[in-house]
């Protein structure tokens, strides 16, 4: 043995960007390089298969160390190395002893945080037993009318160990109260709470369309409520003010899209609470970013790095200390992404969310139930979501390393790229008067459409394919059991119970109507009126003056990638329902299995991807018999699949014989390239392949079967 170093690359001379080209080149052997290795992003920017240091000179330190300026490495020196990030599960099951056994569960299994986020009734800022509530109640989360309810959910719960945070909507100034309320109910102190109100008018208003007051007096209650907690809450374990684009991104926003939407909200936000005389460092301490996630790994850790190099100069340019302007981030599983059909791939994109989200220096995660889509979360959905973070964090220990991206040419290149690109869009915002202004007149609304059906045209085509729905779907699969609860049953429960609260209320809810008209200087009024019994829909009253001055626009829609694929497979689930089987077609193999396996699974992974069951064979020799199976099989539709060589002699015979057995729509499995006008002289209607319109296919079969999708 010996000691001395091995030096191996010393033996190979040094390579550059310029070799790999040229060998690159040789090897595409003509085919265009841009077309064939670079992907381009819905953003305009090109994805290169290889990064060097020419892409991402390092001279300078432009992404600067963790913990510093720009921050675009973190925002603590050691990262996440020593703590961990802050596991934080989403609790929305209207059935509060369920989710009060669930929250039990998750804080004994190393959850850390817990995120509340109210059923549409309290978004509304309805009381469970309004009679405007009956179709509300329920509705994406739970209904918590009073402070008792809150305590009832959180009575096993140690509220100076254990951070809450609220999901509100446009009632978030309110039920901020009313967690204040039971703080105090606790006897939380000022120095123990720990939390987040996460009020966000803006982010409200794009997703709901309304405002139960005007903006300019939602973003000065926001701003009141922040000064209050600032002063109120040291050290900045608790926060007023949220900037969640999750309302963006599940409409079809782009990455940079949504870093620029949060951007020019945070800058919304930083003026009100300036206009309120709070100091621009207390102003920036008091807004936690939210950031949804997709299932592109290179994108979610540019994205989060991206954010906070953005918001650092930001910050900087409104005159904030270099301590304060780190972005506090929070990183979500993005709805969109989640299927309801084949729902446990759902774990594999949540695990890639929260890797990326991990790499990408988040302070805390939310990763969804697999089934979230479906419904109420099972008690295994939650444990799994749960334990993806765990194992990520405790078995991979991926917080070990501090900014593993730093230095990376890719990462570096491509989060400069995309806050490049989002800084232009976060400009144009501004340039038309602000957020508020761009989501009233619609201009957000129009470009964020505009991408999403550049998108959807990129899912139809499998350009952009998604596993278990457009590609590889399993029309065998066993639906997950949901823990789906009776509405009907809490909401009478609930109406009892607020009768309870109601009778025993030492508050009178018209002295409280005064008090909150001086709401931005008197905040602590509402949570003394909720102590004393009065109801969230009573507070909202009192505070809003019956929504004299609410503001409407038209909401944001949100839509799920899968949507458009899955809504077919509805259609097929009601002809199984109604008839027995589903819509069928026959897989007409031409030839020897050798020739035409590949064009037949292909066919049957197309064709299944809209709930229509292949039936296949090991092929016919001849036309007659193919004709004949088709005949027996009890199919409508047909589709032939073999090699081009079989094609060159058997295709426009087995076509005519398939239409002489009553075949109603003919496909053939392949480009037909010069031979495309005698195929369809003989009869194949239409020709299905790799870059063809899967979905107008697909609708187009369920039109000519009559299957109607929902």
Same mark, same amino acid.
């Given at each position: 043995?010996?000691?001395?170093?091995?030096?191996?690359?010393?033996?190979?001379?040094?390579?550059?960007?310029?070799?790999?080209?040229?060998?690159?080149?040789?090897?595409?052997?003509?085919?265009?390089?841009?077309?064939?290795?670079?992907?381009?992003?819905?953003?305009?920017?090109?994805?290169?298969?290889?990064?060097?240091?020419?892409?991402?000179?390092?001279?300078?330190?432009?992404?600067?160390?963790?913990?510093?300026?720009?921050?675009?490495?973190?925002?603590?020196?050691?990262?996440?190395?020593?703590?961990?990030?802050?596991?934080?599960?989403?609790?929305?099951?209207?059935?509060?002893?369920?989710?009060?056994?669930?929250?039990?569960?998750?804080?004994?299994?190393?959850?850390?945080?817990?995120?509340?986020?109210?059923?549409?009734?309290?978004?509304?800022?309805?009381?469970?037993?309004?009679?405007?509530?009956?179709?509300?109640?329920?509705?994406?989360?739970?209904?918590?009318?009073?402070?008792?309810?809150?305590?009832?959910?959180?009575?096993?719960?140690?509220?100076?160990?254990?951070?809450?945070?609220?999901?509100?909507?446009?009632?978030?100034?309110?039920?901020?109260?009313?967690?204040?309320?039971?703080?105090?109910?606790?006897?939380?102190?000022?120095?123990?709470?720990?939390?987040?109100?996460?009020?966000?008018?803006?982010?409200?208003?794009?997703?709901?369309?309304?405002?139960?007051?005007?903006?300019?007096? #939602?973003?000065?209650?926001? @701003?009141?409520? $922040?000064?209050?907690? =600032? %002063?109120?809450?040291?050290?900045? !374990? /608790? +926060? &007023?003010?949220?900037?969640?684009?999750?309302?963006?991104?599940?409409?079809?926003?782009?990455?940079?899209?949504?870093?620029?939407?949060?951007?020019?909200?945070?800058?919304?936000?930083?003026?009100?609470?300036?206009?309120?005389?709070?100091?621009?460092?207390?102003?920036?301490?008091?807004?936690?970013?939210?950031?949804?996630?997709?299932?592109?790994?290179?994108?979610?850790?540019?994205?989060?790095?991206?954010?906070?190099?953005?918001? #650092?100069?930001?910050?900087? @340019?409104?005159? $904030?200390?270099?301590? =304060? %302007?780190?972005?506090?981030?929070? !990183? /979500? +599983? &993005?709805?969109?992404?989640?299927?309801?059909?084949?729902?446990?791939?759902?774990?594999?994109?949540?695990?890639?969310?929260?890797?990326?989200?991990?790499?990408?220096?988040?302070?805390?995660?939310?990763?969804?139930?697999?089934?979230?889509?479906?419904?109420?979360?099972?008690?295994?959905?939650?444990?799994?979501?749960?334990?993806?973070?765990?194992?990520?964090?405790?078995?991979?220990?991926?917080?070990?390393?501090?900014?593993?991206?730093?230095?990376?040419?890719?990462?570096?290149?491509?989060?400069?790229?995309?806050?490049?690109?989002?800084?232009?869009?976060?400009?144009?915002?501004?340039?038309?008067?602000?957020?508020?202004?761009?989501?009233?007149?619609?201009?957000?609304?129009?470009?964020?459409?505009?991408?999403?059906?550049?998108?959807?045209?990129?899912?139809?085509?499998?350009?952009?394919?998604?596993?278990?729905?457009?590609?590889?779907?399993?029309?065998?699969?066993?639906?997950?059991?949901?823990?789906?609860?009776?509405?009907?049953?809490?909401?009478?429960?609930?109406?009892?119970?607020?009768?309870?609260?109601?009778?025993?209320?030492?508050?009178?809810?018209?002295?409280?109507?005064?008090?909150?008209?001086?709401?931005?200087?008197?905040?602590?009024?509402?949570?003394?009126?909720?102590?004393?019994?009065?109801?969230?829909?009573?507070?909202?009253?009192?505070?809003?003056?019956?929504?004299?001055?609410?503001?409407?626009?038209?909401?944001?829609?949100?839509?799920?990638?899968?949507?458009?694929?899955?809504?077919?497979?509805?259609?097929?689930?009601?002809?199984?329902?109604?008839?027995?089987?589903?819509?069928?077609?026959?897989?007409?193999?031409?030839?020897?299995?050798?020739?035409?396996?590949?064009?037949?699974?292909?066919?049957?992974?197309?064709?299944?991807?809209?709930?229509?069951?292949?039936?296949?064979?090991?092929?016919?020799?001849?036309?007659?018999?193919?004709?004949?199976?088709?005949?027996?099989?009890?199919?409508?539709?047909?589709?032939?699949?073999?090699?081009?060589?079989?094609?060159?002699?058997?295709?426009?015979?087995?076509?005519?014989?398939?239409?002489?057995?009553?075949?109603?729509?003919?496909?053939?499995?392949?480009?037909?390239?010069?031979?495309?006008?005698?195929?369809?002289?003989?009869?194949?209607?239409?020709?299905?392949?790799?870059?063809?319109?899967?979905?107008?296919?697909?609708?187009?079969?369920?039109?000519?079967?009559?299957?109607?999708?929902?």
């Amino acid at each position: 043995m010996t000691d001395a170093p091995q030096r191996f690359a010393e033996d190979f001379p040094a390579a550059s960007h310029t070799d790999w080209m040229a060998m690159v080149e040789k090897a595409l052997d003509g085919a265009p390089f841009d077309k064939k290795l670079v992907a381009r992003t819905l953003e305009g920017f090109s994805i290169q298969p290889l990064y060097s240091r020419e892409h991402w000179p390092a001279e300078g330190d432009p992404s600067g160390m963790p913990g510093a300026m720009p921050f675009t490495r973190g925002a603590r020196p050691l990262g996440m190395s020593q703590s961990g990030w802050d596991i934080r599960q989403l609790h929305a099951n209207p059935d509060i002893a369920a989710t009060k056994a669930a929250i039990a569960d998750d804080l004994e299994n190393s959850v850390t945080s817990l995120l509340i986020r109210l059923d549409a009734a309290g978004r509304a800022g309805l009381d469970a037993d309004a009679p405007e509530a009956a179709d509300l109640f329920g509705q994406g989360g739970l209904s918590l009318s009073t402070v008792a309810e809150w305590d009832a959910l959180l009575s096993d719960v140690d509220l100076t160990k254990v951070p809450v945070a609220v999901q509100a909507g446009p009632q978030a100034p309110v039920v901020a109260a009313m967690l204040t309320a039971l703080w105090c109910q606790r006897g939380v102190t000022e120095f123990d709470a720990k939390g987040a109100f996460n009020i966000d008018p803006l982010g409200a208003l794009a997703e709901f369309g309304r405002l139960p007051t005007s903006l300019e007096t #939602a973003l000065g209650h926001m @701003a009141s409520l $922040a000064d209050k907690t =600032a %002063r109120t809450f040291p050290g900045g !374990a /608790v +926060t &007023a003010v949220a900037v969640d684009s999750a309302v963006y991104y599940n409409a079809g926003a782009s990455e940079a899209q949504d870093l620029a939407c949060a951007m020019a909200t945070g800058v919304a936000y930083l003026r009100a609470m300036e206009a309120a005389g709070m100091p621009m460092d207390e102003a920036c301490g008091q807004i936690a970013f939210s950031f949804s996630l997709g299932t592109d790994q290179y994108l979610n850790i540019a994205k989060l790095r991206a954010a906070r190099l953005m918001w #650092a100069r930001i910050a900087e @340019a409104c005159g $904030a200390g270099e301590p =304060a %302007r780190a972005a506090r981030v929070h !990183a /979500v +599983t &993005a709805s969109r992404v989640l299927t309801r059909r084949d729902p446990w791939v759902n774990m594999l994109r949540s695990t890639m969310v929260c890797f990326s989200a991990a790499i990408g220096g988040a302070n805390s995660i939310t990763i969804l139930p697999h089934d979230a889509a479906l419904g109420q979360p099972s008690p295994l959905s939650r444990r799994i979501a749960r334990n993806t973070q765990l194992i990520l964090q405790e078995e991979s220990q991926l917080n070990r390393v501090i900014d593993p991206a730093g230095g990376s040419w890719a990462l570096e290149s491509l989060t400069e790229e995309l806050a490049g690109s989002a800084w232009a869009l976060f400009q144009d915002i501004e340039k038309g008067g602000g957020m508020a202004a761009a989501l009233s007149s619609g201009r957000i609304a129009e470009q964020i459409g505009t991408v999403r059906e550049t998108r959807r045209k990129d899912i139809a085509k499998r350009k952009a394919p998604i596993t278990g729905i457009s590609e590889f779907p399993n029309l065998a699969e066993p639906a997950p059991e949901l823990a789906d609860p009776d509405l009907e049953a809490l909401r009478e429960a609930a109406g009892a119970s607020l009768a309870s609260v109601r009778d025993d209320a030492t508050c009178d809810i018209f002295s409280v109507e005064g008090a909150v008209e001086e709401l931005d200087v008197l905040p602590t009024e509402i949570a003394t009126a909720a102590i004393k019994g009065a109801t969230l829909g009573e507070l909202v009253r009192a505070s809003t003056r019956n929504g004299a001055d609410a503001l409407e626009i038209t909401p944001l829609p949100s839509h799920r990638l899968a949507e458009d694929f899955e809504a077919l497979r509805d259609g097929s689930d009601e002809v199984l329902e109604g008839t027995g089987a589903r819509p069928l077609i026959f897989l007409a193999n031409l030839g020897p299995i050798a020739h035409h396996t590949a064009r037949a699974t292909f066919a049957r992974n197309f064709f299944e991807a809209g709930g229509v069951e292949a039936l296949t064979n090991t092929g016919f020799a001849d036309a007659e018999d193919c004709a004949a199976a088709f005949t027996d099989s009890g199919a409508r539709v047909a589709v032939i699949c073999s090699s081009d060589k079989i094609y060159a002699d058997q295709a426009e015979p087995a076509a005519r014989a398939l239409k002489a057995a009553g075949c109603a729509k003919l496909y053939l499995a392949g480009r037909p390239g010069d031979k495309q006008a005698d195929f369809e002289a003989a009869g194949i209607d239409a020709f299905i392949f790799v870059g063809c319109d899967v979905l107008g296919t697909l609708q187009g079969l369920h039109a000519a079967l009559g299957v109607t999708s929902r």
